[in-house]
């Protein structure tokens, strides 16, 4: 029986319905980057600003959220909120808020950083030119950050679909909850079906998250 | 929001125990991390053939899957081939394989950040491989990879909250069922935070402190 | 200076690549001669000292110490490069070891001296070069010329029979340089045998016995240094001193 339990991949629309299951934590992943991004980038000029009291908003956001495992902030929107505001929130819901709150944070830091780690004599050559400020910040800094920015932005996005897989333990139905129907619908048929199902979403998750971790490398390489 | 003072009380010797396995685990993953790291940074360092192929190819693979997943891999799967392991050496397999990788890494940029003139230069003192590793690159190495370290063991403290998903008692283990059982969700959520402040807010004040100390006391050629 | 050779290089061969870097030299250097190799950037001269203490392999050739090899692998290189010292442009001090145990580092952990003598052999050398006060200072306190005599110091204390300096004033200030080569005039006096490569050009006239023309990756010139700097014999030496000598018409016109 060992060998066979292989091929309950191939029964019925089993392979399928695990690729459904990856769908739905790869489709949370996009929206949470996709939102993460222009929040990010503006709480990122946010940080940037001299005003003590974003200063320090801002910090005890971005601290309070990076120091909690992310499970824990889905914990807290899936069950806290729910109780706190009587909202109703749904699991999905929830995901897309607190991977978009925290990848937000993230993207936040890495603009805030890239905007820092531009030398002062670079506006200052700006301003000799007669540049104004605005013509500064689109000429001078933007082209800068962005080659910095990009593959870091890259790397958040795999990042992002690894913290997804979470979701399952909010009772998601995602590809690991898929998994494991399959494998106890199959129990007696396929003992080891577990070894292959799990072996595969291993794998689906790699082919997921590298190429998109080899190109932020390539970039990287090519920009430094 | 009035807040049920005896349920906290009656329910904190769980966290408590949840905790110290919450800090168990991590602190195991992480000292493996180090292991596992330290040796595959060497391998990278020093080129060797063939086992540099087989651990770069491991810190694609532990890099680019999540941790719930190998961790399902292990515990739900292995067995499945006569492995059998318990959920908490799941935990920390799981973490060392995930964790290694990050280490290895922060090690490396470590270890290449000490210029080739200074091994040169110590070289021409006369100074073997060993000593050379041990008095000239580690020391400097150590300076440069040592934010990224802290920062990884952050990063894995967090990463154990997953091992829930096995059925391991952590804090996220506890709470899940507590907020199941009796439906005192923000006493629940409270006490989840607390406990993951009190475990990561000293190590992140040490990180940053250390990491002051660092740039300021630079060595600075 | 004696007649015994101290440092033999035989038909060494150099090439990165496609690209020969040193094509056939043949080098003896005397026991308690000073050496020096002159020549245009890229001409070798470095990759030849670095050659002499095995930082480099050998395409093809030889060197020798003493009558032995010293080949770029094994455990005798270690000990032969104990008897060789090299000091290099970059001073390439340990950043995070103080003066003294920069000093004491190799004597004490490879050559297994008692930590007291070298202490007591550093303390005489810094004096002389008045860094004494600085010994408990960190690299990154010291200029770039203290720097170098202190890597300069920390080479001697191995007891070292050849001493090679590789552009060892190029990355400092001019006001520095001073500093640094009266050490080096020093040495010389007290019958080191070296082989520098500089572009000091009234300092190369001044320490050497012998200078080195190397271009093209060939020895072009081996004569006494009042004669290279006065009567050169070939083209290439003429065009390269040429080349100082337009500085030296500016600052006279001045």
Request: charged share 20%; net charge positive.
């Amino acid at each position: 029986m060992r060998d066979s339990g292989i091929n309950v991949l191939f029964l019925g629309k089993n392979f399928l319905r695990l690729l459904e299951g990856l769908g739905v934590t790869l489709r949370i992943s996009l929206i949470a980057v996709l939102l993460s991004l222009p929040l990010g980038i503006l709480l990122g000029m946010f940080m940037t600003l001299k005003n003590p009291v974003s200063k320090a908003i801002s910090r005890i956001y971005l601290e309070f959220i990076r120091i909690m495992p992310q499970l824990v902030l889905l914990f807290i929107a899936y069950f806290g909120v729910t109780r706190m505001f009587g909202w109703n929130l749904s699991a999905d819901v929830s995901a897309v808020i607190v991977f978009t709150l925290w990848g937000t944070a993230e993207m936040g830091d890495l603009v805030r950083g890239a905007l820092i780690s531009i030398p002062r004599h670079q506006y200052d050559s700006a301003a000799a030119l007669g540049m104004t400020k605005v013509q500064t910040f689109i000429h001078v800094v933007v082209p800068q950050t962005m080659r910095r920015l990009i593959p870091l932005t890259i790397n958040l996005t795999t990042r992002m679909i690894k913290t997804t897989s979470l979701v399952v333990l909010i009772g998601m139905t995602e590809v690991l909850k898929v998994g494991k129907q399959i494998i106890d619908a199959n129990r007696f048929e396929y003992p080891t079906a577990a070894l292959w199902i799990y072996g595969v979403i291993f794998l689906l998750y790699f082919l997921a998250c590298w190429p998109i971790s080899m190109l932020a490398k390539k970039l990287e390489k090519r920009w430094r | 929001m009035g807040l049920n003072f005896d349920f906290i009380v009656k329910y904190l010797p769980w966290y408590v125990d949840a905790a110290i396995l919450t800090v168990r685990v991590a602190f195991l993953g992480i000292l493996f991390s180090l292991v596992v790291g330290i040796i595959c940074s060497a391998v990278q360092y020093y080129h060797i053939p063939v086992i540099r192929t087989i651990v770069s190819v491991y810190i694609e693979i532990s890099r680019n899957t999540p941790l719930l997943v190998q961790l399902f891999f292990l515990y739900f799967g292995l067995p499945k081939i006569g492995i059998l392991l318990s959920a908490e050496t799941c935990a920390v397999v799981g973490l060392t394989f995930l964790g290694g990788s990050y280490m290895s890494e922060s090690i490396r940029s470590g270890l290449e950040s000490v210029e080739k003139s200074q091994i040169e230069s110590a070289a021409s003192l006369g100074m073997g491989k060993v000593l050379t590793m041990k008095e000239v690159i580690f020391p400097q190495a150590l300076a440069v990879s040592v934010p990224g370290i802290c920062a990884n063991v952050i990063f894995l403290i967090k990463e154990t909250s997953v091992v829930s998903g096995i059925a391991l008692a952590d804090l996220m283990y506890v709470a899940n069922d507590l907020i199941g059982l009796y439906y005192e969700t923000d006493e629940t959520l409270i006490m989840l935070v607390l406990f993951y402040l009190i475990i990561l807010l000293p190590i992140s004040a040490f990180a940053s402190f250390i990491e002051r100390r660092l740039r300021y006391a630079g060595f600075g050629n | 200076m004696e007649e015994r050779i101290q440092l033999k290089v035989k038909g060494l061969v150099k090439r990165f690549g496609s690209e020969t870097v040193l094509d056939g030299i043949d080098l003896d250097v005397h026991k308690g001669e000073v050496v020096v190799v002159l020549g245009p950037s890229g001409c070798g001269k470095s990759t030849l000292l670095r050659c002499m203490n095995g930082l480099e392999s050998l395409s093809e050739g030889n060197i020798f110490l003493d009558g032995e090899e010293v080949s770029s692998s094994g455990k005798k290189i270690t000990m032969l490069r104990q008897k060789i010292g090299m000091v290099f442009q970059s001073y390439d001090l340990f950043p995070h070891k103080n003066i003294m145990d920069n000093i004491t580092l190799a004597p004490v952990k490879v050559q297994k001296r008692p930590k007291k003598d070298v202490e007591s052999q550093a303390e005489k050398l810094l004096k002389r070069v008045g860094l004494w006060e600085k010994r408990k200072s960190y690299p990154r306190e010291l200029s770039g010329g203290q720097k170098q005599r202190v890597a300069i110091i920390r080479a001697l204390c191995m007891n070292p029979e050849v001493m090679l300096f590789d552009e060892v004033t190029a990355a400092l200030d001019p006001e520095m340089v001073r500093e640094v080569l009266d050490v080096m005039l020093e040495l010389a006096d007290g019958g080191m045998t070296m082989v520098i490569v500089t572009h000091e050009m009234q300092f190369a006239r001044a320490i050497a016995d012998r200078v080195i023309f190397l271009d093209g990756g060939n020895i072009v010139e081996d004569l006494p240094p009042e004669e290279f700097f006065t009567a050169p014999k070939t083209q290439r030496a003429k065009d390269f001193l040429q080349t100082f000598a337009y500085e030296k018409r500016r600052t006279d016109t001045n």
